[in-house]
């Protein structure tokens, strides 16, 4: 079992930063790839980021290719999203995931995680 619990969540100007952090609880984080996903009013969680269990792999969406960096820190039992140049468009929940089956690789659909944190809100303004 793990329990995620997500912070760093906010109201930023357009144009603005913002580092999400995930907190896992167990001893096994390094066994899980690890993901962000988002959700905005009146619409379908989406796909962030993800990265592998050792940290080797991440991918992106496009979407967000270029201005976030997802990381993580196995010793903190911890991951990362470190956003930079937002727009309003990126106003959503943020959820992390964790995936205890794919963790060589960089899943990117909700079913392949595990488990869900209970989300932070990021609000960018134009």
């Known amino acids: 079992q793990v329990q995620l619990v997500e912070s760093g969540g906010g109201l930023v100007q357009a144009g603005g930063s913002l580092r999400l952090s995930c907190a896992a609880s167990g001893r096994t984080f390094s066994s899980y790839a690890m993901g962000w996903f988002r959700q905005a009013p009146g619409k379908e969680r989406e796909f962030v980021a993800t990265i592998s269990a050792n940290g080797g792999r991440t991918y992106y969406a496009d979407s967000v290719k270029g201005r976030f960096t997802i990381s993580r820190d196995n010793a903190r039992n911890t991951v990362y999203l470190q956003m930079n140049s937002l727009k309003p468009e990126d106003t959503a929940v943020y959820y992390c995931?964790?995936?205890?089956?794919?963790?060589?690789?960089?899943?990117?659909?909700?079913?392949?995680?595990?488990?869900w944190g209970q989300g932070t809100q990021v609000t960018v303004s134009s």
């Open positions: 995931a964790a995936s205890g089956t794919m963790i060589a690789g960089t899943p990117v659909n909700e079913y392949e995680y595990d488990y």
